[in-house]
């Protein structure tokens, strides 16, 4: 993978990280998000955190760096094959043209409609191609994998198939419904949940 000379820290990563106790953890963590983001090298965090939950927090920010790189990928081959023709009306002048109508925000234009409620116009949705459900199922498969020792096969495989239940656009699993994610504490959960029951 080649070297890049920028990429995307999200704002998600560091309060993930921050949330870390330890400040040698912490930073672990981050030469870890920059060394993929950069070099595209994967980290090990064996040594200091052998439960795997380290592993498991830095998937989604692995996920995140990908799908910018390939967002900006995309953006860089369709900028390749050229503008607008001379005398499109999509001319890149009348864009800028409407880009100066509103300083604030020029992609977006807010309009008041005959109930005086405003409508937001010209805004495009940005698309990105997600990894297929089975792909994203295998990498959720992953990050149980290091607990399967603690917890044992058959719990571990009873929680990975309650939460990779698809929705019912089949499209989403249960588990990336959830507002808030983390595996090591929602296994604990459901380890006492189940000596609850017994």
Do not use: H
């Not at 992609?107 to 495009?124: A, C, F, L, Q």
């Not at 994203?136 to 990975?160: H, L, W």
């Amino acid at each position: 993978m080649k070297e890049e000379k920028t990429f995307i820290f999200f704002r998600s990563f560091a309060d993930a990280i921050e949330k870390i106790q330890k400040d040698s953890v912490q930073l672990a963590m981050y030469r870890a998000v920059v060394n993929y983001g950069l070099r595209g090298t994967l980290p090990s965090f064996n040594e200091i955190d052998p439960t795997g939950a380290l592993d498991a927090a830095f998937v989604p920010m692995q996920f995140a760096i990908d799908e910018s790189k390939a967002c900006r990928e995309r953006r860089s081959a369709a900028g390749k094959l050229g503008g607008a023709p001379k005398g499109n009306t999509n001319s890149s002048k009348n864009k800028q043209k409407q880009a100066n109508s509103n300083k604030n925000n020029p992609n977006i234009n807010i309009n008041k409609n005959k109930n005086n409620k405003k409508e937001i116009t010209g805004v495009s949705k940005k698309t990105f191609s997600l990894p297929s459900l089975e792909e994203r199922q295998k990498s959720f498969a992953e990050t149980i994998r290091p607990y399967v020792e603690q917890y044992g096969e058959t719990m571990c495989n009873d929680f990975f198939a309650y939460w990779s239940e698809p929705n019912r656009k089949g499209d989403k699993m249960r588990f990336e419904l959830e507002k808030t994610w983390e595996v090591s504490r929602r296994l604990s959960t459901w380890k006492r949940r189940e000596e609850a029951k017994q």
